[in-house]
């Protein structure tokens, strides 16, 4: 509870905001991934900086490679027209010992 009252909380300005509702698509992770790696604050906070889920849907599987599917929408998508399938994607990261960025989306055929 300190560190979120310690927290500043500023307004945004939507009048100005970039409407994402052609830039969507699916991030794909591996739950593995997601459940190891993942839980970290700053990597979510990278993630959810350039990525604004709306649904979650698991993929049921024996296996342990078993996917997890967002989907949402991010500057980073390419436009998608009304009836296109939303594309899948690949969110990379740059993680380093000091460091955590977001690289880029790549687009899964």
Do not use: C, T, W
């Amino acid at each position: 509870m300190k560190n979120l009252e310690k927290q500043k909380i500023s307004n945004i300005d939507i009048r100005n905001g970039r409407n994402l509702i052609k830039n969507r698509g699916i991030v794909v992770f591996n739950r593995a991934m997601l459940l190891n790696d993942f839980p970290f604050e700053n990597i979510l906070k990278v993630i959810f900086a350039n990525f604004f889920p709306v649904a979650i849907e698991a993929e049921h599987s024996l296996n342990m490679y078993e996917e997890i599917k967002m989907y949402g929408y991010s500057q980073h998508f390419r436009e998608v027209e009304e009836g296109e399938n939303a594309p899948h994607y690949k969110l990379v990261l740059y993680i380093s010992k000091n460091e955590i960025r977001f690289d880029k989306m790549v687009e899964l055929k």
